[in-house]
Structure formats: C-alpha cells, structure tokens
T-cell receptor, first 112, second 113 residues
Framework: SQTIHQWPATLVQPVGSPLSLECTVEGTSNPNLYWYRQAAGRGLQLLFYSVGIGQISSEVPQNLSASRPQDRQFILSSKKLLLSDSGFYLC???????????FGSGTRLTVV | AQSVTQLGSHVSVSEGALVLLRCNYSSSVPPYLFWYVQYPNQGLQLLLKYTTGATLVKGINGFEAEFKKSETSFHLTKPSAHMSDAAEYFCAVSDYNTDKLIFGTGTRLQVFP
C-alpha cells in the first residue's frame, strides 16, 4: 500500500534562518506531488506542485522554493524565513484527480 | 474554471443532531467531488468521493453525500453527530485541465454535548 511521510511534525525557527521540509511517498511511482500551507484560521493554499523529477510549478510568488530530486521525494525550502512563513505545511500525492489526494500528517512551522 | 463554495465557515450542532455541511461547485463538465476531514494538527483524510454512478455516496464514520447536478451541490450529512466528529471539513472539485483538486475554504464543525 502507499504511504506518505512528512517530517518534522513541529519546527520552531528564528527569522532569517533556512528551512528544509521533506516529504516522501512509498509504494507508488511517478506520483504528482503537492505542497500546501494553512495559515491560522485560513484554508488551504497550494504552494507548489510537481508532475515529475525536476519539474516544479509555483502557484504563488513567495519566500519559498521546492525541489524534487528523486521520483518520490519532495522538498520545501527557504533561504531566509520570514514571520509570515509560519503556518501548517502539508504535503500530498496523487495519481490523478480521479483518485483524489493523499495527505501527509503536516508540519507546524513557527517562525519567531 | 472550476470552483467550490462551502457555505458557513462554522457549524455548531448538538451531539445526536443531524449534521449538514454545504458544498456547491461550478464546473463546465461533470466533476469528481470529494469531502475531506481534518482533525487538529493533522493532515486531511478522505471521507468520501463521487466520480460516476450512484449519486448518493457513503463514506467513513457514517457520513454520506449526495451529488445533485441540477443544484450543483454535494452536501455532506450525518444523521447523528458524535463528539468525535468535531473537525474541519473540506469540499473539493476536480479540475481536469490542470489535473488538480480545487478546495473550498473549509467548514469547522463543533459538536456540543
């Protein structure tokens, strides 16, 4: 069966520090991969999605970047965190809209 | 372009009462429709989905939803609320052009004893 792993679960980082969040999928190949952010009390904001290795599409301009170095690995990064980067970050994978998305357990990022 | 609207950002019910969470969509073609649930500090979990066939879809935890094409709706219901149903619920519609899901803004369900 397919599983998605996302870590860390919580993270507290100072303003200006770098960020690296990792997401891996097991049990499938060539998945579509997504990074979402939830700010406090707000809905889901799609940040990045990827349909293959090295293929990244950005939905909104921001302080973050994403990379897909391997088929089932998706990384969210920042060189210098801002206070506004705080939020709950979710990774998801899909084989196509017919199947819906499967989400990871999320990372709570607090920038102080 | 596809879009989805969830009416009511907060819904409160008493334990044992009917749960009704509303979702309306806009799509130029028959869509795939989904309901997800999110418990605090967790990821989203699929409750149920409609793709084709029977318009009344049953999901996990006693939830069901009915696809009504004439009303462009996919409301989520549960006959009797339980305290453990307190969570945030998201409706989503498929976008075939981008092969992505379009999510609503979510409805937070509170259940009172």
């Amino acid at each position: 069966s397919q599983t998605i792993h996302q870590w860390p679960a919580t993270l507290v980082q100072p303003v200006g520090s770098p960020l690296s969040l990792e997401c891996t999928v097991e049990g499938t190949s060539n998945p579509n991969l997504y990074w979402y952010r939830q700010a406090a009390g707000r809905g889901l904001q799609l940040l990045f999605y990827s349909v293959g290795i090295g293929q990244i599409s950005s939905e909104v301009p921001q302080n973050l970047s994403a990379s897909r170095p391997q088929d089932r690995q998706f990384i969210l990064s920042s060189k210098k965190l801002l206070l506004s980067d705080s939020g709950f970050y979710l990774c998801a994978w899909s084989r196509g809209v017919y199947y819906g998305y499967t989400f990871g357990s999320g990372t709570r990022l607090t920038v102080v | 372009a596809q879009s989805v609207t969830q009416l009511g950002s907060h819904v409160s019910v008493s334990e044992g009462a009917l749960v009704l969470l509303r979702c309306n969509y806009s799509s130029s073609v028959p869509p795939y429709l989904f309901w997800y649930v999110q418990y605090p500090n967790q990821g989203l979990q699929l409750l149920l989905k409609y793709t084709t066939g029977a318009t009344l879809v049953k999901g996990i935890n006693g939830f069901e939803a009915e696809f009504k094409k004439s009303e462009t709706s996919f409301h989520l219901t549960k006959p009797s609320a339980h305290m453990s149903d307190a969570a945030e619920y998201f409706c989503a519609v498929s976008d075939y052009n981008t092969d992505k899901l379009i999510f609503g803004t979510g409805t937070r369900l509170q259940v009172f004893p």
